[in-house]
């Protein structure tokens, strides 16, 4: 079989799969939500936990200066620089 006829097979194949995916993934979210579950953004935990990440959510989580929430994209951004001198601090005294 030549090169290109097996590429074009295997191009087929991952479209194949890809599609099937999202009917997959589409059946279950209709599923779930019949069963009344409904999906949420709050960051799973996992073995692979970047143990860095980690630590800086929890220390974020103390910050006696973290809002409940931001004004806009700026004000969160604007928050950063000071939070990361304050936790450099916080985390070596």
């Known amino acids: 079989m030549h090169v290109k006829t097996l590429l074009n097979r295997l191009e087929?194949?991952?479209d194949f799969i890809y599609e099937s995916v999202k009917l997959l993934e589409e059946r279950s979210r209709l599923?779930?939500?019949?069963?009344?579950?409904?999906?949420?953004?709050?960051?799973?935990?996992?073995?692979?936990?970047n143990p860095y990440s980690e630590f800086q959510f929890k220390t974020l989580k103390y910050c006696p200066a973290f809002p409940e929430r931001f004004g806009s994209i700026q004000d969160a951004r604007a928050f950063g620089p000071p939070f990361f001198d304050w936790s450099v601090c916080f985390t070596n005294a």
């Not at 599923?31 to 936990?49: E, Q, W, Y």
């Open 12 to 14: 087929k194949r991952k």
């Open 31 to 49: 599923v779930l939500a019949d069963l009344g579950v409904t999906k949420t953004h709050s960051r799973p935990h996992g073995s692979n936990d």
